[in-house]
C-alpha cells in the first residue's frame, strides 16, 4: 500500500520496559502462586485425612478409648466435643486465604487492564488493522507492514481495530490478547523480554480463512530495531499477511483498505 513520504529522521528510543513487569511474568505468577498453594493444600488435607484414619481405625480388639471417651448408642446425639470451635476456626482461616487469594489475583489482572504508569515508561505505539484473513501494523511514522517488528525489553501499545467482521489478536508467546471490534479500537500492551520470531493469530472465527489468518511478529535488539524503524520511514509493504492478494482473494478475503498514519480507516 502506498503511503505519505516523510523526511528520514534519525530516531532513538530508549529501553524502559526491562523494568517493567511483562503480562507473561504476570500470568506465570499468578499460575505458580496458584499451583504452590494448591498443593499446599491437597498435602495438609491428605495428611490429615490419612494421619485420623490410621489413629482411629477400628483393628477388631478392644476399644482403646473406651474409659476416655462416652461413645454414643444408635439413635442418640453426640455430646461434649469443643463445642464447634474447630470448625470454626477451619472455616475462618480457609476464607480469610480464599479472600485474600481472590483481592491479590485481582490486583495482578488490573495492572494487566491498565498497563505500567505512562509517566514511568515511554511505550511505543502501533495500530492493528485486521482484516480478513490478515493483519497490517502501522507505526508512528505511517509505515504499514504485515509483520510486526518491536524492541526488545520495551513497552509495547497495541490499538486494535477491524475493518471487516469481529476478530481478535493475540500473541501467546507475550501473553497478549484483545477484540478487533469493527469501527472501535481496543488496546493492549506486552513487553518482549526475548528476541526471536513468534506468530500472532486470530481468535475468533470470521470465515474460510480464519486459521491462515496470522502475521509474524519479530523482536529485535534495541540497536537492529532502530535502524530498521529508520529505514522504513513513508514506505509501506504492498504484500499481505499469507501471500499475495490474488491468494487472499481466493480466500474469499478483500485486501486491506489503504490507512493513514494514526490508524485512521481511509
Known amino acids: 500500500m502506498a503511503g505519505p513520504m516523510i523526511t528520514h529522521t534519525a530516531v532513538v528510543f530508549p529501553l524502559h520496559g526491562g523494568d517493567v513487569r511483562a503480562p507473561s511474568a504476570v500470568f506465570d505468577q499468578i499460575f505458580e502462586v496458584f499451583l504452590l498453594l494448591g498443593t499446599a493444600v491437597g498435602v495438609v488435607v491428605v495428611a490429615y485425612t490419612m494421619y485420623h484414619a490410621l489413629k482411629y ?94 524492541p526488545q525489553d520495551r513497552v ?31 488496546s493492549a500492551w506486552f513487553t518482549a523480554n526475548e528476541t526471536g520470531n513468534y506468530t500472532a493469530k486470530c481468535y475468533e472465527l470470521c470465515g474460510s480463512g480464519h486459521s491462515l489468518m496470522t502475521a509474524e511478529v519479530v523482536v529485535l535488539p534495541q540497536e537492529e530495531y532502530e535502524d530498521w524503524y529508520n529505514g522504513t520511514a513513508g514506505q509501506s509493504e504492498g504484500q499481505t499477511a499469507n501471500g499475495t492478494a490474488s491468494e487472499s482473494a481466493s480466500l474469499g478475503a478483500p485486501t486491506a483498505p489503504a490507512a493513514t498514519a494514526g490508524g485512521v480507516l481511509a
Request: aromatic letters at 12%.
Open 57 to 150: 481405625r477400628d483393628d477388631g480388639e478392644t476399644d482403646p478409648y473406651a474409659d476416655k471417651v462416652e461413645r454414643p448408642e444408635m439413635g442418640e446425639l453426640p455430646t461434649g466435643g469443643s463445642g464447634g470451635r474447630k470448625v470454626f476456626y477451619s472455616f475462618s482461616i480457609s476464607a480469610i486465604i480464599v479472600v485474600s487469594l481472590i483481592a491479590w489475583t485481582y490486583s495482578q489482572l488490573l495492572y494487566i487492564e491498565q498497563g505500567p504508569d505512562p509517566a514511568q515508561e515511554e511505550a511505543l505505539e502501533i495500530d492493528v488493522e485486521g482484516y480478513r484473513f490478515g493483519w497490517d501494523f502501522i507505526y508512528p511514522n505511517g509505515h504499514t507492514t504485515n509483520t510486526l517488528y518491536v
Open 156 to 186: 509495547v501499545r497495541l490499538r486494535v481495530t477491524s475493518t471487516d467482521v469481529f476478530h481478535n489478536f493475540g500473541i501467546p508467546a507475550v501473553r497478549v490478547k484483545t477484540d478487533a471490534v469493527p469501527g472501535q479500537y481496543t
